[in-house]
């Protein structure tokens, strides 16, 4: 449904984005990659809000620039939205819809309610935004890209900042537009990915590392994930070279390391998760670019 065919960016002579091929259909698809991998990038080429250099993103068979010179829709929040503080989110939406649509009154007012309904913001659609939360100015951008978004939902880092319980809301808000669309979640918290994703997409200074199951992505660490008991003493003298975490229990702290060989006579090779294939794999492209092993 979602499709992008050799897309890539170039500024100058620097590509923010290589050249790369993805097919996305409905669901909800998490974008992970450090700061400065190019995950903004892809979400604009794909928002139509930028010209490729190379390829192009195309929506249902057309290109997604004249998807949108089209009439068509397509919902994006970007990394810092604002409101107008004065505003309420009814409003707010309210001049959003009127924006984009001749619908009547009537018709743009059942709309919002709707939006306001799927993001759980009825109950304060008629209290000023100045009041509001920085999990309810969240879900408001949402429900904003959600009211353009017919066929394709991108938010950028819809969960930074947000506390435990927003972020599990505004999931379960991703999770039911992906129901009838494709929804792009880019984020730095894997968490939100492991929780609602079943395909994740890998960025690395500006190359597709990955695309596929979230299961997929745990294989990276694959038999080299050990998880072992120690002292405190000991874990204090311990090389921190590969140690991915290290938790206080009743015994003393139980270590889980990333290592070809094991890293202590008790440790024992356990299943990866996905935030460790995740490291394996972003480890990886680090020591292939400084030509050494892993
Ligand atoms: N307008 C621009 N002009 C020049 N370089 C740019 C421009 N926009 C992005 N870049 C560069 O392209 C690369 C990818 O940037 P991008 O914002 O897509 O990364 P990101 O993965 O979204 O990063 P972050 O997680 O920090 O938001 C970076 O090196 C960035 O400096």
């Known amino acids: 449904m979602l499709t992008a065919h050799m897309l890539g960016k ?3 002579t620097e590509w ?3 050249p790369l091929t993805l097919q996305l259909g409905t669901g909800l698809h ?10 903004s990038t892809l979400l604009r080429l794909f928002a139509g809000m930028l010209a490729p250099t190379t390829g192009d993103a195309l929506l249902r068979g057309s290109s997604v620039r004249d998807f949108r010179r089209n ?3 397509i919902g994006y929040l970007p990394q810092n939205m604002r409101v107008l503080p004065q505003f309420t989110a009814r409003q707010w939406l309210l001049h959003a819809a009127s924006l984009q649509s001749k619908a009547s009154l009537k018709e743009r007012m059942l709309i919002v309610d709707d939006v ?3 993001v759980n913001l009825r109950s304060e659609a008629d209290v000023p935004a100045r009041s509001y939360s920085f999990g309810m100015i969240k879900r408001l951008g949402v429900a904003q890209a959600l009211l353009s978004a017919s066929d394709l939902l991108i938010v950028d880092e819809p969960t930074a900042g947000l506390d435990p319980e927003e972020r599990i809301r505004l999931r379960r808000v991703l999770a039911e537009a992906a129901a009838t669309r494709v929804v792009l ?3 730095h918290v894997l968490g939100d990915i492991g929780a609602s994703c079943r395909e994740v997409i890998v960025l690395g200074r500006g190359r597709l590392m990955y695309h596929g199951s979230t299961q997929g992505l745990a294989g990276f660490a694959e038999d080299r994930t050990w998880a072992w008991e120690t002292s405190e003493n000991e874990w204090r003298r311990m090389p921190l070279d590969g140690l991915l975490s290290a938790r206080k229990t009743d015994e003393g702290i139980l270590c889980r390391a990333l290592s070809e060989r094991s890293p202590s006579p008790f440790a024992q090779r356990v299943e990866p998760t996905m935030e460790e294939g995740y490291l394996a794999l972003m480890g990886h492209q680090d020591h292939q670019e400084a030509g050494g092993l892993f």
Do not use: C, D
């Open 10 to 12: 170039q500024y100058k």
């Open 16 to 18: 923010a984005l290589r």
């Open 30 to 39: 998490g974008l992970l990659g450090p700061n400065g991998a190019g995950k």
């Open 71 to 73: 009439g068509g829709r």
């Open 116 to 118: 306001l309904e799927q």
């Open 185 to 187: 979640l880019s984020t």
